[in-house]
């Protein structure tokens, strides 16, 4: 064959075209999964709730009072005393210190008392100690009526003589004027007797505090 033919027949040959490789789909793991159709969310609707009835309160009841145990220092119970006094018998000046106790319940009349004095006279020194019981009345009021009775041990120290002891009852009377709640003050007349003696009279100005 001549060189010039051979020549177009090659040239014929690698002009034609090659018949494209036929596509495969992919598989494994690399392959991509279709992706999936949207879900359709529905909006929740809140849940009916039924409300709780409400019962009413019951009434309020009054408040009670404690009752609460009265001290021994209730300003009822203790008064002490300060009297500026004067004996008209044997004529003596002084002062009597004076503890009144209340030992029952608020507003009784009834009083323990005990009381010293300190008292001078021209040629002697007269140092009575008292015990005894006192009823003060109308504790609410302001003009309080007292009344009260005893025993007194008096000692009487006599310059250039034996010291003369006695044991003396005595009744007493009086009325005190309260100011307020803790203040008071008023007169209080004694009357004194012993066996064998002469009686005494003395009187008093008492000034009282409550505690």
Same mark, same amino acid.
């Given at each position: 064959?001549?060189?010039?033919?051979?020549?177009?027949?090659? !040239? %014929?040959?690698?002009?034609?075209?090659?018949?494209?490789?036929?596509?495969?789909? !992919?598989?494994?793991?690399?392959?991509?999964?279709?992706?999936?159709? @949207?879900?359709?969310? &529905?909006?929740?609707?809140?849940?009916?709730?039924?409300?709780?009835?409400?019962?009413? %309160?019951?009434?309020?009841?009054? %408040?009670? @009072?404690?009752?609460?145990? &009265?001290?021994? =220092?209730?300003?009822?119970?203790?008064?002490?005393?300060? $009297?500026?006094?004067?004996?008209?018998?044997? +004529?003596?000046?002084?002062?009597?210190?004076? +503890?009144?106790?209340?030992?029952? &319940?608020?507003?009784?009349? =009834?009083?323990?008392?005990?009381?010293?004095?300190?008292?001078?006279?021209?040629?002697?020194?007269?140092?009575?100690?008292?015990?005894?019981?006192?009823?003060?009345?109308?504790?609410?009021?302001?003009?309080? @009526?007292?009344?009260?009775?005893?025993?007194?041990?008096?000692?009487?120290?006599?310059?250039? !003589? @034996?010291?003369?002891?006695?044991?003396?009852?005595?009744?007493?009377?009086?009325?005190?004027?309260?100011?307020?709640?803790?203040?008071?003050?008023?007169?209080? !007349? $004694?009357?004194?007797?012993?066996? =064998?003696?002469?009686?005494?009279?003395?009187?008093?100005?008492?000034?009282?505090?409550?505690?």
């Amino acid at each position: 064959m001549p060189t010039s033919a051979l020549v177009l027949l090659l !040239a %014929a040959l690698s002009g034609q075209a090659e018949p494209a490789p036929a596509e495969v789909p !992919a598989t494994g793991p690399s392959a991509a999964a279709p992706a999936p159709a @949207p879900a359709r969310v &529905e909006a929740a609707q809140p849940a009916a709730v039924e409300a709780a009835p409400v019962e009413p %309160a019951p009434p309020a009841q009054p %408040a009670t @009072p404690a009752t609460v145990d &009265e001290p021994l =220092s209730d300003p009822a119970r203790l008064t002490l005393i300060g $009297s500026p006094e004067v004996n008209l018998v044997g +004529l003596s000046y002084g002062l009597r210190l004076e +503890l009144d106790y209340r030992p029952f &319940e608020p507003g009784t009349v =009834s009083r323990f008392r005990l009381a010293v004095a300190f008292d001078y006279g021209a040629e002697f020194f007269y140092l009575p100690v008292a015990l005894g019981y006192r009823a003060v009345f109308r504790q609410s009021g302001t003009v309080r @009526p007292l009344v009260g009775l005893g025993l007194e041990l008096q000692s009487f120290f006599i310059t250039d !003589a @034996p010291t003369i002891r006695k044991v003396t009852g005595f009744l007493e009377g009086g009325v005190l004027f309260a100011f307020d709640a803790h203040w008071e003050a008023g007169l209080v !007349a $004694s009357l004194e007797y012993a066996p =064998s003696f002469s009686p005494g009279l003395c009187a008093r100005l008492q000034i009282g505090h409550t505690f």
